[in-house]
């Protein structure tokens, strides 16, 4: 008997020891930058908290600026919300919309068996409700280590400024604005802007903030003297989070369109172009988000209203979600590249025509809000351009 219970215990043992080598969970460290929001920040000397709107108390320009950005936006931005929910979901998304870890509820220390779906959390004693709303706010790029960073410094501040403009540079909005990898067979993150632009024309002599932060002079603070600043709406794609709210925007492209004549004869073919030319940014447009798209429009109708033609074309990316994350088009149009788009037709009768020429530029289509229950107060998007010509056929 004595024997028998020996052997149990003996294969109860072994049985652990296999268990422990090849079945126990283990918590693997976070590696990936993107992984890991930026450490807890204790209030700089001189400040009151790490709120935007106290920060604004003083520099009142900037904070109306930064109002307008879509970085203010970056947390409740109802897309992101609904994207947030979803099971698929992982931990990390929140990372660059809420960079702080005093903005997150939870602090994730490792994942279990490396598994994103897995981490390890516990509660952050420091989180800041408040702070959280604010997303992408003044402290998410201007406090590091407990410190104010900034591009200059002056004895006048009634705090501390650690001058390190390298932690201010374009590698700052690449952290965010370059994330390219494949999370899960269904998730791809594909944020590829920092890429294109090294790709592109202006690397080595433009960077993101000479676009999205232009140069102005002024004061930092009212009462203070001028000096050179940068403006705070890091302006964009022009398409507002909310339709109660406004924000500024950057035209990648410029438009050329057609200037037709008066008249035209009779069964004379009509062609109308419209040049589209990405002439300003140095990264494709649109770029960012692989949802984002320009429609072109062209209609030919009679004075009257009676529909003779309409071509539409789109330039963005097409993308197949399920059951695999994978790109199946690209249209985005490189620096400095330029298309044309026409519109032809033999016109069979006389009388006044009207040509329509617009261009929207689009956040993500009507299905995908609809899907996401995104409500009919969320932009999915602008016009960009809106031309109407009109001529005789005689």
């Known amino acids: 008997m004595k024997r028998i219970i020996y052997f149990l215990i003996a294969i109860g043992f072994i049985g652990a020891v296999v268990y422990a080598i090849f079945f126990r969970e283990k918590v693997t460290p976070l590696t990936e930058s993107w992984e890991k929001p930026v450490p807890h920040q204790e209030i700089p000397e001189g400040l009151i908290s790490l709120k935007s709107e106290d920060c604004g108390v003083c520099h009142q320009e900037h904070y109306a600026e930064w109002k307008l950005a879509t970085h203010a936006h970056a947390w409740t931005d109802l897309q992101f919300q609904a994207e947030l929910q979803k099971e698929s979901s992982p931990f990390m998304c929140i990372n660059c919309h809420i960079p702080l870890q005093n903005q997150q509820e939870e602090i994730v220390t490792g994942l279990i ?112 003297p001028v000096r050179k600043s940068h403006r705070h709406f890091f302006s964009g794609s022009g398409i507002p989070k909310f339709d109660s709210v406004k924000t500024t925007m950057l035209n990648g492209y410029n438009f050329y369109p057609d200037k037709l004549a008066k008249s035209y004869l009779y069964e004379e073919a009509f062609i109308y172009k419209l040049k589209l030319k990405n002439e300003n940014a140095g990264h494709k447009v649109p770029t960012g988000d692989p949802e984002r798209f320009f429609m072109i429009e062209l209609t030919l109708s009679t004075e009257a209203g009676k529909l003779i033609k309409t071509e539409r074309f789109r330039i963005g990316e097409e993308w197949e979600w399920y059951p695999e994350a994978k790109k199946l088009s690209d249209t985005n149009m490189l620096p400095g590249e330029e298309r044309t788009f026409r519109l032809e037709t033999d016109i069979n009768q006389k009388g006044t025509y009207v040509l329509k020429a617009k261009v929207t530029k689009h956040r993500l289509n009507k299905e995908n809000a609809e899907f996401n229950n995104l409500g009919e107060n969320y932009p999915l998007f602008i016009t960009v351009f809106d031309e109407l010509q009109t001529f005789e056929v005689n």
């Open 113 to 224: 068996n490396g598994d994103i779906y897995r981490p390890v959390k516990e509660r952050n004693p420091f989180f800041d409700r408040e702070l959280q709303q604010e997303g992408i706010n003044c402290a998410s790029c201007h406090v590091r280590n407990n410190e104010i960073i900034g591009t200059k410094g002056t004895g006048m501040a009634p705090h501390k400024v650690n001058v390190a403009p390298e932690l201010l540079s374009e590698n700052l909005c690449i952290s965010c604005h370059n994330a390219n990898a494949v999370i899960t067979p269904t998730l791809a993150c594909t944020f590829e802007t920092g890429d294109e632009w090294k790709a592109g024309p202006f690397y080595g002599e433009k960077n993101c903030k000479d676009c999205h932060m232009e140069e102005v002079e002024r004061s930092l603070v009212p009462g203070y």
